[in-house]
């Protein structure tokens, strides 16, 4: 696990209430309040968030029964003896920050059903949700009035294979006297056992479900007895399915007729089918050309755990091609949820929003999608840095969309604050790629649209996202040929790859794999490209590393391995070829 810094409030905290104090009254802030800090309060206001907000009065209505919550409870249960109840909560949340259990009394937390910040305001464990790591937040931290006592620490838990963060362990006490939190390392004992937990269940449900999914392969009746270890490989015309909502096996039949509609009303089947009864066949979109027969896997406790689904065709097995979905608002993860909303709430009033963030997180991708059918004059400032030819031709009735924004010349970044000095209510949408030294002028403009900015996360803070991006990305198929599909072994190779081209990378494999692959069946990971499916560095590489690494690893892919032979096919010596690829693994 890793540690925080310590918090602000730690140490200045008079100057934070004081500081807070006026933040809500609307008066100038006192120097020396961390930004940080201040941010929270503008994202709290900005939600809407009210400062007195009361304490439910009725007691709050729990989600229903999850895979972390089974996994994560009998572990927790054990940690509270050490937790001094009387004067501490300990609480867990699911990635949603939905409250799925507590235990122990801390006024003010104890009625808590969701820990979302748009609901709350600032607080540890949407901080720790957002950051991957343990987070304090202290005192006048909170927004609210009725955690101005209260020291919270928390720290994320994390999917044992896919690295997502599933939820938070907090732990919540009287305000504390100094940081780190006296009971941090309490919470990350406790997050670090759930984690572990859910480890081992993660292997035995992986099992049940590879059994199901083999029985399933087999037809029912003589001719399927005693072919159950090999029912998969030998019955390809027997279209099965099996699914837990992060594991897929898809049998050669069911390849055939498989859309990503379908696939996708499969995957929202397996997930409900962990909270409720499923029917014996599930609802497929209009038009599919099957019917799907589903049962439930169930572990040796009763739990279920995925779904098996034989489809079975129904009239024309050819369905008309359905609307592919938008990949700039694909994907379900929280920091991509509520940086579409947020995007979407800043459009409604026609002032300028500035889209930032890593090339290739989607900005043009989203900008587009924001303005819908309008009417829009796009520019890209690589190709006009002066807008010399943009800004004469712009008229005030339709959008102004301008690309590159870093791009932009001396000449372009003092007419487009000129424009902004005399119509603040432009409607302009800038994309920004941060990245070069930033002169004076440009910084200037960048801190006016600040106020109206939307950060695209990079696409390794936003994986589970990865699996509904393939989709969308993936070329229609040609008539007549099965949907690409994915080997759970390939899907977790793409997300454990840090992607440093983010989304635009993963296009460009996908597109790569659709258009020029001769193998037939799902993508297996030795199909991927060679810095995909080595998977990552033993530490952060920058852009540049990954773009050598890449280039290193294809080299020895080409020659079989040989070293000597791939570094002399990159003019290198075989000395700095060795220590090159000693560096990537310290």
């Not at 802030?29 to 007195?52: K, N, Q, S, T, Y």
């Not at 089974?70 to 003896?81: D, F, G, K, N, S």
């Not at 004992?189 to 992986?206: D, K, S």
């Not at 979407?344 to 059918?373: C, F, H, I, N, Q």
Request: net charge positive; proline share 10%; charged share 25%.
């Amino acid at each position: 696990m890793t540690t925080t810094e310590p918090s602000p409030a730690a140490t200045a905290r008079p100057s934070l209430r004081i500081a807070r104090e006026r933040f809500l009254s609307g008066r100038p802030l006192p120097g020396g309040v961390p930004e940080e800090v201040v941010a929270a309060w503008r994202r709290a206001r900005f939600f809407g968030v009210p400062h007195d907000l009361p304490e439910p009065a009725a007691a709050p209505v729990r989600p229903p029964e999850s895979a972390l919550l089974i996994a994560a409870r009998p572990v927790l249960e054990r940690i509270v003896p050490a937790l001094g109840a009387d004067r501490s909560l300990l609480l867990l949340t699911d990635e949603r920050l939905r409250v799925l259990w507590t235990a122990g009394s801390m006024p003010g937390l104890d009625a808590c059903s969701v820990l979302a910040e748009q609901e709350v305001g600032n607080n540890s464990a949407a901080l720790a949700l957002r950051t991957r790591r343990r987070a304090e937040v202290h005192g006048p931290e909170h927004f609210l009035d009725r955690w101005q006592e209260v020291s919270a620490v928390s720290v994320p838990v994390l999917g044992p294979e896919s690295g997502q963060v599933l939820g938070t362990v907090t732990v919540a006490s009287r305000l504390a006297a100094r940081a780190p939190h006296p009971q941090a390392a309490l919470a990350e004992a406790a997050a670090a056992a759930v984690e572990t937990e859910l480890r081992a269940r993660a292997g035995r449900a992986e099992r049940v479900l590879l059994d199901a999914y083999l029985r399933g392969a087999v037809p029912a009746g003589p001719a399927g007895a005693g072919r159950e270890a090999d029912g998969a490989a030998r019955g390809p015309d027997r279209a099965v399915i099996a699914l837990d909502g992060r594991n897929r096996l898809i049998s050669e039949g069911a390849q055939r007729m498989l859309t990503p509609e379908v696939l996708e009303a499969l995957e929202r089947t397996a997930v409900s089918a962990r909270h409720a009864e499923v029917r014996a066949e599930a609802e497929l979109p209009d038009g599919s050309g099957c019917a799907a027969r589903v049962t439930p896997v169930r572990l040796d406790d009763g739990t279920v755990t995925g779904i098996v689904a034989v489809l079975e065709p129904v009239g024309d097995p050819t369905p008309p091609a359905s609307p592919r979905p938008a990949v700039a608002l694909t994907g379900s993860s929280v920091p991509w949820r509520h940086t579409v909303a947020r995007a979407v709430e800043l459009m409604r009033s026609p002032e300028p929003v500035l889209l930032t963030g890593e090339r290739g997180t989607g900005k043009s991708a989203l900008a587009r999608e924001l303005l819908g059918s309008a009417a829009v004059h796009a520019v890209d400032a690589a190709q006009d840095a002066g807008l010399d030819r943009t800004l004469p031709a712009w008229g005030a009735d339709r959008p102004l969309l301008l690309r590159h924004a870093e791009r932009l010349a001396q000449p372009g970044v003092a007419a487009l604050n000129s424009l902004l000095d005399t119509r603040p209510d432009a409607r302009l949408l800038v994309t920004y790629t941060p990245g070069a030294p930033v002169g004076p002028c440009l910084q200037r403009l960048l801190d006016i649209l600040s106020a109206r900015s939307v950060i695209l996360p990079p696409l390794r803070e936003r994986t589970e996202d990865i699996r509904e991006l393939l989709p969308a990305l993936t070329p229609r198929p040609a008539p007549g040929r099965p949907p690409l599909t994915w080997t759970l072994d390939a899907l977790r190779a793409l997300e454990r790859y840090a992607w440093p081209g983010n989304v635009t990378e993963l296009a460009h494999v996908v597109r790569a794999l659709a258009e020029h692959r001769r193998a037939s069946g799902p993508v297996r990971r030795a199909e991927l490209p060679d810095a995909v499916r080595e998977g990552p560095a033993a530490r952060p590489l920058s852009p540049m590393e990954h773009a050598e690494r890449a280039t290193i690893l294809e080299a020895l892919h080409r020659h079989g391995g040989n070293k000597a032979r791939a570094a002399a096919a990159l003019g290198i010596g075989r000395a700095t070829l060795y220590r090159k690829l000693r560096g990537y693994r310290e």
